[in-house]
Structures are given as structure tokens and as C-alpha cells.
């Protein structure tokens, strides 16, 4: 513990954002890095629990009382090397993860929970700037050879891992560049590319092949995929969007959030745009769902400049809840507010979308609305919705961005090609904690197995695929369990 009394004495403090009017003229991060004072103080706040709920809160199993005590004290590459003893890609998750390890801060009963998230990001930024972070390749190499399906974060994180091992690892991606959603997906003010691409290299110098253009099932043969590996590993995310197909849904004007976005992070590093461009620059932009990839369409739409920004969400508006065996404040994803709703946009909740409204040319003019009422079950969840009567109205619109989630992989060519099984939510079968499918040299890891998740989800899956793999392949593995056992 660095500071005893430092809960008593400071409040939680966060990082300064550059004011919504300034962040919105350009696409870059906008989080401004702690004070050398600020860091020291907010690690300060760490009570050090005894039992912390901090690090089985993190789905990566971070240890976080023990780097707040290096932080406070300024050992930064040790802070750096506990750190990254559970968590191969903290640039990503210290920018981006809603941080499930502040929502189990003990603190949180009755203060603000440690800023855990950005101390992890300035541990990490840090040991960059200081040199810490080096190529690492294995002293030995077994032989094996590992193909890794995707290059996401649980690609990534799996590839990391094998890569540790000694094997040989080839990660085939089937867009331009590697990274997965961090790459294409996840707006760059939220994560800047260059953080990607220092990651990317960092492995391509410790060993790891990284193949883009490589669609493997349609492009790249499976078979000989399937002939010059030892085990493959399917990375390939969750990539079919849920879709709203009421009344209009042909017209002009109506887009999956994922072409939208994408479109941006291309336009931002001058890559060519292959389709026509979606724009909401002087339009009314409705956004349909209330996630993460809804907030980064609103960032994005206020970027470009569109004239008013709604974003719509079927759920009823989300409560704080506490309860005696759950003293936590717990915030549901859907009342987050994210930086891109401070930037400006009309939320709703409870809006059904009844029909796309279009004019003679078929392009799109209006949304049909009504609000719903929901039916709420002995747990606290929402069950059936009616119709409130007299709600219903027409709100004009230019562009729609459905950011309604991801239903399961794409199954056509590859899934379906390697004969894969699936759950019955659609996503590639294989239990957690095993990670194998039912074809024995087959792994699965990330989004394309757990469903649409997050990307420290996706990196836990990926470290333990990877432990799975190594076992299969040597028999038994040295690489760390998720408690950080060798
Ligand atoms: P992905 O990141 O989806 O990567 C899969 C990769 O596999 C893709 O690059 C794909 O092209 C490739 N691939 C698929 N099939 C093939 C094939 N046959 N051959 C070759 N390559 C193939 N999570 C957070 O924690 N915080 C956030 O702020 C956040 N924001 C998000 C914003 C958006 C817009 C979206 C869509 C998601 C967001 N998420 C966020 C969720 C997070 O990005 C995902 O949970 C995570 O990226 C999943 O990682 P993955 O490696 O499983 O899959």
C-alpha cells in the first residue's frame, strides 16, 4: 500500500479532456495525461484491500493494489512489469475499457472507486516513453507452427502468447491492416492508430507474421491452412449486425453503424473509400441503440458535422441499483454516459422505430417513433413492451446509423467450411476455460466465440486460447493462468 491514509485525504481525480468545442475539430485523442502530482496521488487512494475485489473484478485479473503501490512510489518499470504480467496490450484496455475493475473498487461503497483505468494507461505510456518496452522473442523455438484466424484483440493476445512459447505464429487478417475492431471500428479519438500499429510491430519483431488481404476460406486455401499447422486458432470476432427490417428499410440513407465508422477510420489515415461515402455532415442523424458503437457514431456524426444528432434506445432508461448483498453503486452500461454524449446529442429511451419514411426518390426523409412501456419482471428486468397510445410521430432525418449489436460470426466460408459447431446463440461452441472446438486442433477465442463482448474479454480469451494451444501442442504449458500461475 503506498499511502495509508491516502483515501481519507484525496478525492478521485481524472486526466483533462480538451473541451468538447476544440475535440470536436479533429479526430484525435483528447484525453490530456495525468500530472506527474496527480498520478501519484489517485494511486494514493488505493486502500489495498486485503481481498481485492479490484483484480477479480478485471476480467484479465489485473493486479492492481500492487502497481498503485509502484506508481505511488515512482518504480515505474516495475509498475510496468506487473502490469503486463496479465494484460499484453495495456495501451488498449487503459484508453478504452469501461473498466469493470472500478465498478468492484471497494471505495465505491461510499467515495468515487480509484481511477484505475488511467493510471493503467500512464503506467504503459510511460514505460514507452522510458524505453521499457522492448521486442522480447522467445530464447527457444519448438517447431509448431500456430495459425491465428483474425487479428482483433483476442487474435492479437493469442498470438502474443503462442509467439511466448516459441511457436510459430502467422496471423491472417482479412482486411488491409491488423487490429481488428481497435484498427477498424473503435473511432480514433477514442484510440489513435499509431497506438495500434507501435503494438503490431513490437510483435512483428519479437516474431509474430502478420498477413492482411488474407480472407482464409475464401483467398487463402483452408486445407493447406489446415495441412502446415499444428492447431489453428479462430479469432475471427462477432461480425453479423443485428438489422430493423420494419417499413422503408430500402431507402437511401439507412446504414449499419460498422460501415459508417469504418469509412472514418479510413478517411483519417487518406486510405482510399471503396463504396459510396456515408456522410452526416448537414444532416439530422438519428442513431438506433444505445452501446458503445451508438456513442461512437454520435462522436463521429458531430465530427463530421451533422446539423442535430438523437440517438434512440428500445430499453427503458436504466436505474442505479444497490441492494443489502450488493452495497456497489452499479451503473448499466446503457446509462453511460460516454465523451461523445458530452459532445452533444438528444437521447431517448423507450422509442420503438415503427417505419423508415421516404421521398419519391426513395431517400430517406423521416423516422416513424412511438414510446413503449415495458413490462418489468420479480428480477428487475424488462420483459414486453406496448405501445404508449397518442406517441407516435415522425421525426425527419437524413441518415440513420442501426447500432443494435452483433448477432453471432459470419458463418458463410470459413465457419462453415471447417465443419465448426456452433451454440445456440450462433457463436462458434468450445467452453470456457477450454477454448477447443469440436475439431481437436481447432481454438476459438474472442467475440466469435463468446459473442459481442469487450476487448478485455477478448484479450482474457485470447492469453487463455493460447494456454489451451500450448497444452494440446507440448502436452503442457508454461504460460501464465489467469491467475497469473506459471
Ligand atoms: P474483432 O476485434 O472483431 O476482430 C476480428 C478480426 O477477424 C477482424 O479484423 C476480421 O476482419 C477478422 N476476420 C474475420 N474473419 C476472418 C477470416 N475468415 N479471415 C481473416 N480474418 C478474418 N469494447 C471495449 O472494451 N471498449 C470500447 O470502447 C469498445 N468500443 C467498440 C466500438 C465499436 C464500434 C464496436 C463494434 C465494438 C466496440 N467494443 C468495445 C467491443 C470490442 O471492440 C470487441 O469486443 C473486440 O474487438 C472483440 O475482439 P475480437 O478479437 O474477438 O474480434
Known sequence: ??????????????????????????????????????????????????????????????????????VYKREWELAAGILLSTNNFPEFTGRICPAPCESACVLGINKSPVSIEDIEKHIIEIAFEKGFIKADPPMIRTGKKVAVIGSGPAGLAAAAQLNRAGHEVVVYERDDTPGGLLNYGIPDFKLQKDVVRRRISLMEKEGITFK??????????????????????????????????????????????????????KRVRNFAIAQEDILATGKDVIVIGGGDTGS????????????????????????????????????????????????????????????????????????????????????????NFKEVEGTERELPCQLVLLAMGFLYPQKEGLLEKLGVEFDNRGNVKAEEGKYQTNIAKIFTAGDMRRGQSLVVWAISEGREAARKVDEYLMGESRLPTKDGIP
Not at 30 to 46: D, L, T, W
Not at 232 to 253: E, F, H, M, N, Y
Open 296 to 383: 461512437d457514431c454520435i462522436g463521429t456524426s458531430n465530427r463530421q458535422g451533422a446539423r442535430s444528432v438523437t440517438q434512440f434506445e428500445i430499453m427503458p432508461m436504466p436505474a442505479e441499483k444497490r441492494t443489502d448483498n450488493m452495497p456497489w453503486p452499479t451503473f448499466p452500461m446503457l446509462l453511460k454516459v460516454t465523451s461523445s454524449h458530452e459532445e452533444g446529442c438528444s437521447r431517448a429511451w423507450g422509442v420503438n422505430t415503427k417505419a423508415f419514411l421516404a421521398d419519391e426518390n426513395n431517400n430517406l426523409r423521416a423516422l416513424r417513433i412511438v414510446d413503449v412501456q415495458w413490462d418489468i419482471d420479480a428480477n428487475g428486468r424488462p420483459v
Open 1 to 70: 500500500m503506498g499511502k495509508v491514509t491516502g483515501f481519507l485525504e484525496y478525492e478521485r481525480t481524472a486526466p483533462v479532456k480538451e473541451d468538447a468545442k476544440t475535440r470536436l475539430q479533429h479526430y484525435k485523442e483528447f484525453v490530456v495525461s495525468f500530472e506527474k502530482e496527480q498520478v501519484k496521488q489517485e494511486a494514493a487512494r488505493c486502500m489495498d484491500c486485503g481481498v481485492p475485489f479490484c483484480q477479480s473484478g478485471c476480467p484479465l485479473g489485473n493486479v492492481i493494489p500492487e502497481f498503485n503501490e509502484a
Open 212 to 265: 492482411c488481404n488474407a480472407n482464409v476460406g475464401v483467398n487463402i486455401e483452408l486445407n493447406t491452412l489446415l495441412r502446415e499447422n499444428q492447431s489453428i486458432v479462430l479469432a475471427g470476432g462477432s461480425t453479423v449486425p443485428r438489422d430493423l427490417p420494419v417499413t422503408g428499410r430500402t431507402a437511401q440513407g439507412i446504414h449499419f453503424a460498422m460501415d459508417f465508422l469504418k469509412q472514418q477510420n
